[in-house]
Structure formats: C-alpha cells, structure tokens
C-alpha cells in the first residue's frame, strides 16, 4: 500500500522560509516521477513543482520560480520542497504527489499517488 506523508507545514511571517517533507512508504521514489501540488480555499488545486524519476529534470510553477526549490533524499525515500519569500498568496494546504502518467503531467488527474496535506499559512 503506498503512503505519502507531508510534514513540515505552519505559520510564518511573509519573507520567511518553511521546508516541507513528503516521507514514502510502498512507492520508491528514485523509480517515480513526483510533485508538490498546493490548493487554497475555495480554489482548484494547483500545480507547484515537479521532479522526474532521474532526478535529472525539475519544474516549478512560474508563481513560485526563483523561490521554491524539490529536492529528494533517496537513502530516506523522502522528497522536500524548500520555500523561500513566502508571500501570503502562498498560503494553502500543500499536497505531495508520485506516479505521473507523463513526463509533463501538470494536473491533479495526472498523478497517482496523494498525500493528505499540510497547511501552510504566511502572515503579511
């Protein structure tokens, strides 16, 4: 049974900083595409960034270019997504993903595998 476990969200102040973490089980992360997808209240969820199964090819949203940053530990089977300059329209529940249907996958219906969130708020 694969499992997907997001840790890491909260309150900050606007301009700071929140690592996020998404620990797997049942699912080895090196053999699978995954992502970070966030959604806010009353909106669709949307997609933040990716990795491919390599490692070799990220992508991020424009909104969050130049601040948000995936990465991924093998050794721990766990993938981040390192904030930086949180502004307040940052704020949502933020969802790991794994097992894209495509190298391009960008929609919810895309991917296989969820998390169950974690809030992230920013304060202005």
């Known amino acids: 049974q694969v499992q997907l476990l997001e840790s890491g969200g909260g309150l900050v102040e606007a301009g700071g900083s929140l690592r996020l973490s998404c620990a797997a089980s049942?699912?080895?992360?090196?053999?699978?595409?995954m992502g970070w997808f966030r959604q806010a209240p009353g909106k669709e969820r949307q997609f933040v960034a990716r990795?491919?199964?390599?490692?070799?090819?990220?992508t991020v949203a424009d909104s969050v270019k130049g601040r948000f940053t995936i990465s991924r530990d093998n050794a721990k089977n766990t993938m981040y997504l390192q904030m930086n300059i949180l502004k307040p329209e940052d704020t949502a529940v933020y969802y790991c993903?794994?097992?894209?249907?495509?190298?391009?996958?960008?929609?919810?219906?895309?991917?296989?595998?969820w998390g169950q969130g974690t809030q992230v708020t920013v304060s202005s």
């Open positions: 993903a794994a097992g894209p249907s495509g190298i391009n996958a960008v929609h919810q219906y895309e991917w296989r595998y």
């Open positions: 049942g699912l080895t992360l090196s053999t699978n595409g």
């Open positions: 990795m491919s199964r390599s490692s070799s090819s990220t």
